[in-house]
């Protein structure tokens, strides 16, 4: 049963970070739905992304071929991601990050604010995806971290039970 349950971890977890990444590389090539523009390319605005996602692949490439290491690197790239993504709605330049996206004209789901940050349609969906990668591939460390120590609790909660 064991084996099931961190088969389906490590499965959902591949599949949710190549989910995104899929999602991401519409970041590089654009992505118009009929007139809509879901995303413009990011190769002239944000030739930062190509590394970013030649890093994501390494990520999810080391999770596919090793265990061991890539149990720890996902769960590691996707959070430093999300704490990047995450950190743009506390503190971030709204007026900036409306004012970029409203030159680019892409699709919005909800109209921009000067209050607080509202992201446009791809980047809600790229912020949804990260939180699903990152809550699987941390719920599969976990379990393989709890699977390699034998389902025992920590050395330090053993001795305090004992008391």
Same mark, same amino acid.
């Given at each position: 049963?064991?084996?099931?349950?961190?088969?389906?971890?490590?499965?959902?977890?591949?599949?949710?970070?190549?989910?995104?990444?899929?999602?991401?590389?519409?970041?590089?090539?654009?992505?118009?739905?009929?007139?809509?523009?879901?995303?413009?390319?990011?190769?002239?605005?944000?030739?930062? !992304?190509? =590394?970013?996602? &030649?890093? %994501?692949? *390494?990520?999810?490439?080391?999770? $596919?071929? +090793?265990?061991?290491?890539? /149990?720890?690197?996902?769960?590691?790239?996707?959070?430093?991601?999300?704490?990047?993504?995450?950190?743009?709605?506390?503190?971030?330049?709204?007026?900036?990050?409306?004012?970029?996206?409203?030159?680019?004209?892409?699709?919005?789901?909800?109209?921009?604010?000067?209050?607080?940050?509202?992201?446009?349609?791809?980047?809600?969906?790229? !912020?949804? =995806?990260?939180? &699903?990668? %990152?809550? *699987?591939?941390?719920?599969?460390? $976990?379990? +393989?971290?709890?699977?390699? /120590?034998?389902?025992?609790?920590?050395?330090?909660?053993?001795?305090?039970?004992?008391?």
């Amino acid at each position: 049963m064991r084996f099931a349950k961190i088969t389906k971890l490590r499965t959902a977890a591949f599949l949710t970070a190549a989910i995104l990444l899929f999602w991401f590389l519409f970041d590089l090539t654009g992505l118009s739905l009929g007139s809509a523009k879901i995303v413009v390319s990011a190769f002239t605005d944000e030739p930062i !992304d190509v =590394l970013w996602f &030649a890093l %994501a692949c *390494a990520a999810l490439l080391v999770f $596919a071929f +090793s265990e061991k290491i890539g /149990r720890w690197t996902l769960p590691a790239f996707v959070l430093t991601w999300a704490g990047i993504q995450y950190s743009m709605y506390f503190g971030g330049n709204i007026k900036g990050y409306n004012d970029f996206f409203a030159r680019d004209g892409t699709c919005r789901i909800f109209p921009a604010s000067e209050a607080f940050l509202i992201k446009d349609a791809y980047h809600i969906v790229l !912020d949804l =995806l990260i939180l &699903a990668a %990152a809550t *699987a591939s941390v719920a599969f460390l $976990a379990v +393989s971290l709890r699977k390699e /120590r034998g389902g025992k609790q920590p050395a330090a909660e053993n001795i305090s039970r004992h008391n």
